[in-house]
């Protein structure tokens, strides 16, 4: 089994090292992964200045093998594919582990999402992993021991071609885990506004997700709860009851 691992947290992120030391025992594995934090990435990709794909010496003591890439999460499940697994393309993409929660609205602004996501466009098998602990040292065994004994199951149950599991583990011990929808929720409270000793106004970016329609049973909830959970996305983003309601009910005409 071939895994292309990768992230939006840097290549010295805790979080992929611990991960790709997991899965290095169940698997041949390659991270590719920014130089730099790159989170809120979303799909972003970079168009219009060279990308640097280098490989790090340390991986001589390592059981898997360690690029740097200098662009976007995204840009890294690109280049990969594209020069790395030219020849023959990777089993599965893996994004993560995450410093901070990735459920609900997060999943749209998330590189760590939006890896696995370019790897579904790929027609690959993806999954995002994220823990909801944004601190710079995190206990992942929780995630890693998952990790470890679920990746075998994606490869060998498969997915459908466009569709990708985003996985997210609360901070505290798991009480289960739970299959569940993307939550819609929004945030609020998002800017917290400053002054530079000039005296000019500057806003750092903070704030609360919530979920306007309280709905029950969605990874939002679920992880508040103290569950993980796991939500097939999709990069089909039409509303297809809508296009249908609207096709009958508002003829057009030119």
């Given amino acids: ?19 790709a ?72 993409v893996v994004s993560g582990i995450n410093h901070g929660r990735n459920d609900g609205i997060c999943a749209i602004y998330s590189g760590t999402v939006g890896a696995a996501i370019e790897a579904a466009i790929a027609r690959i098998p993806a999954v995002a992993f994220s823990l909801a602990n944004h601190s710079d040292k995190c206990d992942f065994s929780e995630v890693c021991a998952f990790a470890k004994q679920f990746i075998p199951q994606v490869v060998e149950h498969g997915l459908p071609h466009t569709t990708m599991l985003n996985v997210n583990f609360p901070k505290t011990p798991a009480k289960g885990i739970k299959w569940a929808p993307q939550g819609t929720g929004r945030f609020v409270n998002e800017y917290m506004r400053a002054e530079t000793p000039h005296g000019t106004p500057v806003y750092w970016m903070q704030g609360d997700q919530v979920d306007p329609d309280q709905r029950t049973g969605t990874d939002h909830y679920w992880l508040i709860e103290g569950y993980a959970t796991i939500s097939p996305l999709q990069i089909d ?9 609207v096709a009958q009910q508002w003829p057009l005409h030119l």
């Fill in 1 to 19: 089994m071939k895994i292309l691992l990768t992230n939006d947290d840097g290549v010295h992120a805790q979080g992929i090292r611990e991960l």
């Fill in 21 to 92: 030391e997991t899965l290095a025992q169940i698997a041949t594995v390659t991270v590719v992964a920014p130089t730099e934090p790159r989170s809120g990435a979303s799909s972003q990709i970079t168009s219009r200045t060279p990308l640097r794909l280098t490989f790090m010496e340390e991986s001589a003591q390592l059981p898997y093998q360690l690029y740097s890439c200098s662009g976007t999460p995204v840009d890294c499940v690109k280049l990969a594919l594209n020069t790395l697994f030219a020849s023959e393309l990777p089993d599965l």
């Fill in 237 to 245: 983003m039409t509303d297809h009851p809508f296009l249908e309601q």
